[in-house]
């Protein structure tokens, strides 16, 4: 089963009346929360997933700016929006796949083994006019999903400098090079890394390319299913990263960890190497 579901076919699965949780991943803004946009405009079906209070644990100079989250809490949340084992969960955010991207990722890592990624989110649910609504959204049933995490999925920051193999940076370009840095300490990337930025694994309007093209960027940068297990990905706090082992599952390329910390955590330390300049990922 494809970890994309297309907004006409989810749109089927809601007037077929089949049994799915549909989970809107939002993260708020210093204006506008996550709960507030959720009401103001969501999916017949969902329910609310506070991405950042959810989704991520407490930021810190230690752990980076969105850390795993404590299994325990995890778990009210899997109890709040009513997870069962024998139903797929859908998510989706507002269209740009980064917070849609961490909750396929977190929620793969916690044990619940069927969920898919709305293509386009949001916003593309909207370009095909299907309908919306406002309020608080679905009520949800109790659950039967336990969180299990899944260690073998998570790279920490003491495997990255041990790390002898392919490592990947999904941030853009500029950020991945050192020409600019916004939201971490220093610029600049990992020494070793190759930079794949996650914007490539979509079309301009943020859908998701053919697998063909997608199996195609990973093979520039030698990622091949003879090696994958042994390739670590990051970004600056595991949203880019995220989408990007969503976009290595889509195409059967299984098995990569997820430094989570990413640049946010190994730059916060002034004993950690910085390395600067282009590195596109390309045949190695």
């Keep these: 089963m494809s970890i994309l579901v297309s907004p006409q076919a989810l749109n089927d699965l809601i007037h077929q009346g089949q049994r799915y949780t549909l989970l809107a991943s939002l993260w708020g803004t210093s204006e506008y929360d996550g709960a507030q946009q959720f009401q103001s405009l969501h999916i017949p079906t969902a329910q609310y997933c506070d991405t950042a209070g959810a989704l991520a644990g407490l930021p810190g100079s230690r752990d980076g700016r969105n850390p795993m989250p404590d299994p325990k809490l995890l778990q009210k949340h899997f109890e709040t929006w009513g997870l069962r084992q024998d139903r797929p969960v859908i998510v989706y955010d507002e269209g740009r796949g980064l917070f849609a991207g961490r909750a396929w990722w977190i929620l793969r890592w916690a044990g619940v083994k069927n969920v898919q990624i709305l293509d386009g989110g949001l916003a593309n649910w909207r370009r095909h006019k299907l309908p919306t609504l406002t309020g608080p959204g679905n009520i949800s049933v109790e659950t039967d999903q336990i969180v299990d995490p899944q260690p073998q999925m998570v790279a920490t920051i003491e495997d990255v400098k041990a790390h002898t193999g392919l490592l990947l940076d999904a941030r853009e370009a500029n950020r991945f090079a050192g020409r600019r840095e916004n939201l971490d300490l220093k610029a600049g990337h990992i020494p070793g890394a190759v930079n794949i930025p996650q914007r490539n694994f979509h ?53 990569a960890r997820h430094y989570v910390g990413g640049w946010s955590q190994w730059s916060a330390n002034p004993a950690n190497p910085v390395e600067r300049g282009d590195r596109t990922a390309i045949s190695i």
Excluded: C
């Design 203 to 255: 079309h301009p309007d943020r859908t998701w390319k053919s697998k063909e093209e997608i199996s195609e960027i990973f093979d520039q940068a030698g990622i091949t299913k003879d090696n994958v297990k042994d390739a670590i990905v990051y970004s600056g706090s595991g949203n880019h990263s995220a989408l990007a082992l969503a976009a290595m599952e889509l195409v059967g390329l299984t098995g």
